[in-house]
Protein backbone atom coordinates (compact mmCIF):
# COMPACT_ATOMS: atom_id res chain seq x y z
CA UNK A 1 0.00 0.00 0.00
CA UNK A 2 3.02 2.59 0.66
CA UNK A 3 4.60 1.73 -2.79
CA UNK A 4 0.60 2.70 -4.41
CA UNK A 5 0.00 -1.31 -5.41
CA UNK A 6 -2.89 -1.80 -3.64
CA UNK A 7 -6.11 0.12 -1.84
CA UNK A 8 -7.39 0.74 1.01
CA UNK A 9 -8.63 -2.93 2.22
CA UNK A 10 -10.52 -4.56 4.51
CA UNK A 11 -9.87 -8.55 4.85
CA UNK A 12 -12.42 -10.85 6.31
CA UNK A 13 -10.74 -14.42 7.69
CA UNK A 14 -10.78 -16.85 9.89
CA UNK A 15 -8.05 -19.02 11.47
CA UNK A 16 -7.65 -22.82 9.87
CA UNK A 17 -5.76 -23.64 13.49
CA UNK A 18 -5.89 -22.20 16.89
CA UNK A 19 -3.07 -20.06 18.29
CA UNK A 20 -2.36 -17.17 20.43
CA UNK A 21 -2.00 -13.42 20.20
CA UNK A 22 -0.48 -11.20 22.51
CA UNK A 23 -0.15 -7.09 22.05
CA UNK A 24 2.55 -5.33 21.19
CA UNK A 25 3.55 -3.82 24.63
CA UNK A 26 3.38 -7.78 26.40
CA UNK A 27 5.60 -9.37 27.52
CA UNK A 28 5.10 -12.59 26.11
CA UNK A 29 6.49 -14.41 29.32
CA UNK A 30 4.07 -12.78 31.82
CA UNK A 31 1.22 -13.01 29.65
CA UNK A 32 0.84 -16.27 28.15
CA UNK A 33 1.41 -20.01 29.91
CA UNK A 34 4.52 -20.89 27.06
CA UNK A 35 4.58 -24.30 28.23
CA UNK A 36 1.23 -25.32 28.21
CA UNK A 37 0.86 -23.64 24.24
CA UNK A 38 4.18 -25.92 23.44
CA UNK A 39 2.20 -28.93 24.91
CA UNK A 40 -0.44 -28.60 23.25
CA UNK A 41 1.19 -27.63 19.69
CA UNK A 42 -0.62 -23.80 20.17
CA UNK A 43 1.53 -21.13 17.90
CA UNK A 44 2.30 -18.11 19.70
CA UNK A 45 2.68 -14.61 17.98
CA UNK A 46 3.08 -10.90 18.41
CA UNK A 47 0.48 -8.73 16.36
CA UNK A 48 1.74 -5.06 15.69
CA UNK A 49 -1.36 -3.78 17.26
CA UNK A 50 -1.67 -2.66 21.46
CA UNK A 51 -4.19 -4.91 23.25
CA UNK A 52 -4.07 -7.95 25.57
CA UNK A 53 -3.53 -11.58 24.83
CA UNK A 54 -6.21 -14.14 23.14
CA UNK A 55 -6.76 -17.47 22.15
CA UNK A 56 -8.42 -17.12 18.50
CA UNK A 57 -9.82 -20.54 16.43
CA UNK A 58 -11.95 -20.64 13.47
CA UNK A 59 -15.43 -19.37 15.66
CA UNK A 60 -13.95 -16.18 15.24
CA UNK A 61 -14.43 -13.85 11.97
CA UNK A 62 -11.70 -11.43 11.74
CA UNK A 63 -11.91 -8.03 10.31
CA UNK A 64 -8.68 -6.04 9.29
CA UNK A 65 -8.95 -2.32 7.82
CA UNK A 66 -5.70 -1.25 6.17
CA UNK A 67 -5.91 2.04 4.67
CA UNK A 68 -3.63 5.18 4.11
CA UNK A 69 -3.85 7.42 7.54
CA UNK A 70 -4.29 10.28 4.65
CA UNK A 71 -7.44 8.66 3.28
CA UNK A 72 -10.73 11.03 3.79
CA UNK A 73 -12.36 7.84 5.62
CA UNK A 74 -9.72 7.54 8.41
CA UNK A 75 -10.15 9.67 11.50
CA UNK A 76 -6.89 11.29 12.43
CA UNK A 77 -7.09 10.39 16.34
CA UNK A 78 -6.89 6.67 17.29
CA UNK A 79 -10.76 6.41 19.82
CA UNK A 80 -12.17 8.54 17.13
CA UNK A 81 -11.40 5.64 14.38
CA UNK A 82 -12.97 2.84 17.12
CA UNK A 83 -15.72 4.82 17.63
CA UNK A 84 -16.26 5.55 13.43
CA UNK A 85 -15.23 1.57 12.40
CA UNK A 86 -17.37 -0.17 15.02
CA UNK A 87 -20.17 1.30 14.28
CA UNK A 88 -19.89 -1.36 11.44
CA UNK A 89 -19.71 -3.97 14.19
CA UNK A 90 -22.65 -2.93 15.62
CA UNK A 91 -24.65 -3.23 12.81
CA UNK A 92 -23.44 -6.44 12.21
CA UNK A 93 -24.50 -7.95 15.25
CA UNK A 94 -27.90 -5.98 15.44
CA UNK A 95 -28.47 -7.34 11.48
CA UNK A 96 -28.11 -10.74 12.88
CA UNK A 97 -30.10 -10.08 16.14
CA UNK A 98 -28.30 -9.02 18.91
CA UNK A 99 -28.50 -5.61 20.65
CA UNK A 100 -25.26 -4.71 20.34
CA UNK A 101 -23.32 -1.15 21.08
CA UNK A 102 -20.10 0.27 20.83
CA UNK A 103 -18.25 0.69 24.27
CA UNK A 104 -14.87 3.06 24.51
CA UNK A 105 -12.27 2.26 24.26
CA UNK A 106 -12.13 -0.69 21.39
CA UNK A 107 -15.29 -2.62 22.59
CA UNK A 108 -18.83 -3.63 21.32
CA UNK A 109 -21.07 -5.23 24.14
CA UNK A 110 -24.73 -7.05 23.69
CA UNK A 111 -26.17 -6.55 27.46
CA UNK A 112 -23.08 -5.25 28.87
CA UNK A 113 -21.12 -8.26 28.01
CA UNK A 114 -18.16 -8.08 25.67
CA UNK A 115 -18.78 -9.47 22.16
CA UNK A 116 -16.20 -7.80 19.93
CA UNK A 117 -12.43 -7.30 20.55
CA UNK A 118 -10.23 -4.73 18.44
CA UNK A 119 -7.29 -3.30 18.35
CA UNK A 120 -4.97 -0.58 15.94
CA UNK A 121 -1.60 0.07 15.06
CA UNK A 122 0.51 1.99 12.68
CA UNK A 123 2.61 1.25 9.98
CA UNK A 124 4.65 3.77 8.33
CA UNK A 125 2.42 5.83 6.15
CA UNK A 126 -1.21 3.21 6.56
CA UNK A 127 -3.41 2.18 9.58
CA UNK A 128 -4.25 -1.28 10.69
CA UNK A 129 -7.33 -1.98 12.83
CA UNK A 130 -8.32 -5.52 13.72
CA UNK A 131 -11.46 -7.53 15.43
CA UNK A 132 -13.66 -10.13 15.35
CA UNK A 133 -17.22 -11.05 15.14
CA UNK A 134 -17.55 -13.59 17.84
CA UNK A 135 -19.41 -17.13 16.96
CA UNK A 136 -18.68 -19.27 20.02
CA UNK A 137 -16.29 -19.56 22.99
CA UNK A 138 -14.61 -21.70 24.19
CA UNK A 139 -13.87 -20.46 27.75
CA UNK A 140 -11.47 -23.17 29.53
CA UNK A 141 -8.80 -22.70 26.66
CA UNK A 142 -9.03 -18.78 26.43
CA UNK A 143 -8.05 -19.13 30.21
CA UNK A 144 -6.19 -22.07 30.11
CA UNK A 145 -3.41 -20.12 27.64
CA UNK A 146 -2.91 -17.28 30.13
CA UNK A 147 -0.16 -17.12 32.94
CA UNK A 148 -1.67 -17.02 36.14
CA UNK A 149 0.10 -16.46 39.51
CA UNK A 150 -1.90 -20.08 40.46
CA UNK A 151 -4.79 -21.96 39.63
CA UNK A 152 -7.66 -20.75 42.27
CA UNK A 153 -6.68 -17.33 40.33
CA UNK A 154 -7.59 -19.34 37.20
CA UNK A 155 -10.75 -20.72 38.50
CA UNK A 156 -11.48 -16.84 39.20
CA UNK A 157 -10.36 -15.29 35.61
CA UNK A 158 -12.61 -18.27 33.83
CA UNK A 159 -15.99 -16.94 36.12
CA UNK A 160 -15.23 -14.17 35.50
CA UNK A 161 -14.66 -14.60 31.07
CA UNK A 162 -17.81 -15.95 31.35
CA UNK A 163 -19.55 -13.71 33.03
CA UNK A 164 -18.33 -11.07 30.91
CA UNK A 165 -17.78 -11.93 27.59
CA UNK A 166 -20.63 -13.51 24.69
CA UNK A 167 -21.00 -14.65 21.62
CA UNK A 168 -23.45 -14.73 18.57
CA UNK A 169 -24.51 -18.17 19.53
CA UNK A 170 -25.04 -17.91 23.13
CA UNK A 171 -26.84 -14.83 22.28
CA UNK A 172 -29.22 -16.28 19.42
CA UNK A 173 -28.87 -19.83 20.34
CA UNK A 174 -26.97 -20.65 16.99
CA UNK A 175 -24.86 -19.72 14.68
CA UNK A 176 -26.18 -17.83 11.58
CA UNK A 177 -24.42 -18.98 8.06
CA UNK A 178 -20.95 -17.37 7.76
CA UNK A 179 -21.92 -15.79 4.72
CA UNK A 180 -24.61 -14.07 6.29
CA UNK A 181 -22.07 -12.69 9.10
CA UNK A 182 -19.78 -11.27 6.21
CA UNK A 183 -22.53 -9.83 4.75
CA UNK A 184 -24.05 -8.23 7.10
CA UNK A 185 -20.59 -7.03 8.44
CA UNK A 186 -19.82 -5.65 4.71
CA UNK A 187 -23.33 -3.27 5.04
CA UNK A 188 -22.05 -1.74 7.65
CA UNK A 189 -19.03 -1.15 6.61
CA UNK A 190 -20.75 0.51 3.33
CA UNK A 191 -22.89 2.54 5.71
CA UNK A 192 -19.84 4.35 7.07
CA UNK A 193 -19.09 5.43 3.52
CA UNK A 194 -16.64 2.65 2.29
CA UNK A 195 -17.34 2.08 -1.25
CA UNK A 196 -16.24 -2.14 -1.48
CA UNK A 197 -15.41 -4.02 -4.38
CA UNK A 198 -14.01 -7.78 -4.45
CA UNK A 199 -10.48 -8.04 -4.33
CA UNK A 200 -7.62 -10.53 -4.12
CA UNK A 201 -4.14 -10.49 -2.35
CA UNK A 202 -1.42 -9.54 -5.32
CA UNK A 203 1.54 -11.58 -5.75
CA UNK A 204 3.42 -8.75 -4.58
CA UNK A 205 1.91 -9.00 -1.49
CA UNK A 206 2.08 -13.01 -1.16
CA UNK A 207 6.06 -11.95 -2.07
CA UNK A 208 6.62 -9.44 0.89
CA UNK A 209 4.57 -12.19 3.29
CA UNK A 210 7.01 -15.04 2.37
CA UNK A 211 10.30 -12.69 2.55
CA UNK A 212 9.68 -9.95 5.21
CA UNK A 213 6.38 -10.62 7.43
CA UNK A 214 6.68 -14.49 7.82
CA UNK A 215 10.13 -14.17 8.55
CA UNK A 216 9.71 -11.63 11.09
CA UNK A 217 6.74 -12.79 13.31
CA UNK A 218 8.24 -16.28 13.41
CA UNK A 219 10.70 -14.71 14.90
CA UNK A 220 12.34 -15.23 18.65
CA UNK A 221 13.72 -11.72 18.59
CA UNK A 222 10.07 -10.54 18.01
CA UNK A 223 8.13 -12.96 20.06
CA UNK A 224 10.73 -12.04 22.71
CA UNK A 225 11.24 -8.61 22.38
CA UNK A 226 10.47 -6.95 26.29
CA UNK A 227 12.88 -9.83 27.47
CA UNK A 228 15.90 -9.39 24.89
CA UNK A 229 15.54 -5.81 25.26
CA UNK A 230 15.73 -5.70 29.30
CA UNK A 231 17.09 -9.60 29.94
CA UNK A 232 18.10 -8.24 33.98
CA UNK A 233 14.34 -7.92 34.67
CA UNK A 234 12.87 -11.16 34.00
CA UNK A 235 16.18 -13.10 35.29
CA UNK A 236 16.56 -14.34 38.87
CA UNK A 237 16.61 -10.89 41.06
CA UNK A 238 19.51 -10.53 42.61
CA UNK A 239 19.57 -8.04 45.80
CA UNK A 240 22.11 -6.04 46.92
CA UNK A 241 22.20 -2.89 49.42
CA UNK A 242 20.09 -0.50 47.88
CA UNK A 243 19.29 -2.44 44.53
CA UNK A 244 16.33 -4.27 44.32
CA UNK A 245 13.67 -5.64 41.22
CA UNK A 246 9.66 -3.87 41.77
CA UNK A 247 6.44 -4.43 40.13
CA UNK A 248 3.61 -2.62 40.19
CA UNK A 249 0.72 -3.09 38.31
CA UNK A 250 -2.11 -0.63 37.28
CA UNK A 251 -5.52 -1.62 35.92
CA UNK A 252 -7.36 1.81 34.94
CA UNK A 253 -8.92 1.66 31.32
CA UNK A 254 -6.08 -0.84 30.52
CA UNK A 255 -3.78 -2.54 32.11
CA UNK A 256 -0.05 -1.06 33.27
CA UNK A 257 2.62 -2.95 34.32
CA UNK A 258 6.24 -1.64 35.11
CA UNK A 259 8.99 -3.26 35.77
CA UNK A 260 12.17 -1.45 37.03
CA UNK A 261 15.68 -2.52 38.60
CA UNK A 262 16.09 -0.04 41.14
CA UNK A 263 19.82 1.01 42.23
CA UNK A 264 20.27 3.90 44.98
CA UNK A 265 16.54 5.32 43.99
CA UNK A 266 17.31 5.78 40.67
CA UNK A 267 15.54 3.89 37.91
CA UNK A 268 18.65 1.70 36.28
CA UNK A 269 16.67 -0.33 33.78
CA UNK A 270 12.85 -0.24 33.06
CA UNK A 271 10.25 -2.27 31.11
CA UNK A 272 6.36 -0.94 30.42
CA UNK A 273 4.36 -3.40 28.91
CA UNK A 274 0.23 -4.23 29.11
CA UNK A 275 -2.92 -4.21 27.03
CA UNK A 276 -3.26 -0.32 25.89
CA UNK A 277 -2.61 0.84 22.58
CA UNK A 278 0.11 3.73 21.86
CA UNK A 279 1.02 5.34 18.82
CA UNK A 280 3.52 5.68 17.88
CA UNK A 281 5.25 2.65 18.73
CA UNK A 282 8.66 3.55 19.00
CA UNK A 283 7.95 6.18 21.43
CA UNK A 284 7.57 4.09 24.44
CA UNK A 285 10.91 2.86 23.69
CA UNK A 286 12.42 6.05 23.97
CA UNK A 287 10.24 7.23 27.24
CA UNK A 288 12.11 4.24 28.66
CA UNK A 289 15.23 5.15 28.02
CA UNK A 290 14.62 8.56 29.09
CA UNK A 291 13.69 7.20 32.21
CA UNK A 292 17.17 5.58 33.15
CA UNK A 293 19.08 6.96 35.42
CA UNK A 294 16.48 9.37 36.94
CA UNK A 295 15.62 9.45 40.54
CA UNK A 296 12.01 8.37 41.86
CA UNK A 297 10.42 11.68 42.58
CA UNK A 298 7.71 13.32 41.39
CA UNK A 299 9.54 16.35 40.30
CA UNK A 300 12.11 14.70 38.31
CA UNK A 301 10.26 12.12 36.68
CA UNK A 302 6.67 14.15 35.80
CA UNK A 303 8.91 16.28 33.18
CA UNK A 304 10.32 13.48 31.56
CA UNK A 305 6.77 11.58 31.05
CA UNK A 306 5.52 14.67 30.01
CA UNK A 307 7.67 15.70 27.38
CA UNK A 308 7.92 11.83 25.91
CA UNK A 309 4.44 11.32 25.57
CA UNK A 310 3.96 14.96 24.06
CA UNK A 311 3.38 14.05 20.56
CA UNK A 312 2.06 10.20 21.45
CA UNK A 313 -1.67 9.52 21.48
CA UNK A 314 -1.64 6.60 24.24
CA UNK A 315 -5.68 4.94 25.08
CA UNK A 316 -5.40 2.22 28.11
CA UNK A 317 -4.04 5.28 30.69
CA UNK A 318 -3.09 8.99 31.11
CA UNK A 319 0.22 10.20 32.07
CA UNK A 320 -0.32 10.82 35.70
CA UNK A 321 -0.80 6.75 35.99
CA UNK A 322 2.61 6.28 34.95
CA UNK A 323 3.60 8.63 37.31
CA UNK A 324 1.62 7.27 40.41
CA UNK A 325 3.14 3.57 39.14
CA UNK A 326 6.96 4.80 38.88
CA UNK A 327 6.58 6.73 42.51
CA UNK A 328 5.08 3.47 43.99
CA UNK A 329 8.18 1.36 42.73
CA UNK A 330 10.02 2.88 45.47
CA UNK A 331 7.38 1.36 48.24
CA UNK A 332 7.63 -1.96 46.98
CA UNK A 333 10.81 -3.18 46.30
CA UNK A 334 12.80 -5.92 48.19
CA UNK A 335 15.77 -5.30 50.43
Known amino acids: MSEGLAPNTVILCRPQKPYVCIGYFQAVSRAVDLDYCAR ?3 PVIRRIQGGGACYLDHNQLFYQVIARKDSPEI ?3 LDELFRKFLFATVHAYRKLGVDAE ?9 RGRKISGNGVGEVGDTVILVGNIIMDLDYDEMVRVL ?3 D ?7 AKSMRDWLTSLKEELGCVPPIGEIKEALLEGYERIGLDLEPGAILPEEEEIYRKAVLP ?3 SRSWLFMHEEEHPQLFGKVKVMGGVYVAEVVKKK ?4 RVVAEIAHRRIRDISIEGDFF ?3 RDALRKLENALKGRELSEGELKGVIRECLKETEVLGFQAEDLLEALLELKSVGHG
Open 253 to 256: RKLL
Open 102 to 110: YKPVNDVVA
Open 147 to 149: KVP
Open 75 to 77: PRK
Open 40 to 42: KGL
Open 278 to 280: LEP
Open 151 to 157: EKFRDKL
Open 216 to 218: KHK
